[in-house]
């Protein structure tokens, strides 16, 4: 059975503005705690989000562009899910 990041209000708003970041540039203010694999892969799947989300709003985007970004976002996902257990929920 998989595990799935428990939504709790500060959960909720952690990933609000992670949420804000990505679409608006908005300053992200938190400290992570985990072990070196689990922030480094954390922040390989937040950035990963970013530049999807960057890239399908680029005017000079092109499939096979963001495909490319779609692909390394999807590994980026499957490595967080097998160092932490869960899923990434954006």
Do not use: C, H
Not at 42 to 62: D, R, Y
């Amino acid at each position: 059975m998989d595990k799935q990041l428990e939504m709790n209000p500060v959960s909720k708003m952690f990933f609000g503005n992670i949420l804000a970041w990505m679409t608006k540039g908005a300053p992200l203010y938190w400290k992570l705690r985990g072990t070196p694999k689990e922030i480094e892969v954390f922040v390989k799947v937040l950035k990963t989000s970013k530049q999807f989300q960057e890239e399908l709003v680029n005017p000079g985007a092109t499939i096979d562009s963001v495909m490319e970004i779609l692909n390394q976002r999807s590994a980026a996902k499957a490595e967080f899910k097998q160092v932490t257990g869960k899923e990434w929920p954006l």
